[in-house]
């Protein structure tokens, strides 16, 4: 219980300090569902690393990795190497801007820890040799039907029984091939996953006798489950729909702003002479002692 309460609080001062300043599209409401699953699986016993595919500058994977507990690892999955097409407003590419916000935020990971890699070109076999069996496994990556076909065939060989499957553009029209292999590979004969919850962003898995388990986590805790719109039927299993408040929504899209503005105004005053910032933009984490 006091690791549970540990983790938590850490989480949460990720979340107030430093998650807007941290550049990604995962929104507030799936950063708090991340929260309450992670720490729900620690506070009922649930163990194992957590990993994500397509980690882009770490706004979604410092929350897995904060949820570590004890000898717990975390491992983030990116080719890193499109950094021309992905600069950041201070002119960093992915992977620059990935190591900048670890040292930012004091993480220490082993080389074992980040992998410089297609998901194509991996296997579960070198997940479990990196990080051991997975409680939580986010799938950012690739969104064409190989790509996402492939993450969930690796997620399912890695998972622990009790563990998670978040997938990310499950209902965007961008990207119509997450949902088609996602349902293809759901409906496999052999298949012990069902969807369980889902947002406007993402879709959350998990094993079939797993599913209350996981439902009534999320219904215990106030604030998520003042934001479930309804509850519908996947392939008949029951799973919950949340979305975000509209004050919520006028708030983050605010706060954004807010920081956005704040690192174009550093950016002018620096006149552009660096490469990144010259003094940290993130407040630092305090080491655990």
Known sequence: MKDYRHIKKRIDR????NFYRTDGLISRLDALIFRELVTGQVKQGVRGSLVEIGVHY??????????RSGSEKALAVDLFEDDALHTNREGIGRFGGFRNNCRKYRFDFSDAEILKSSSLEISAEEILGRVGEVRFFSIDGGHTY???ANDLRLAEKVLTRDGVICLDDMFSALWP???IATFDWLRAADNRFV???ATKEKLYLCDSDYAS???AMMRDDEELNSRVFRSISLLSHEAIVLLPSLTSKVIDRAIASLFSIGRLAKIARSGNETQ???TPLLQTLPTKK
């Open 14 to 17: 990720y979340l107030r300090f």
């Open 276 to 278: 990144g910032p010259s």
């Open 58 to 67: 770490g706004r979604s994977f410092f929350l897995l990795a904060l949820g």
């Open 213 to 215: 388990f996981y439902l």
């Open 177 to 179: 091939e997450v949902a």
């Open 195 to 197: 969807p369980f919850l």
């Open 146 to 148: 190989e790509h996402v």
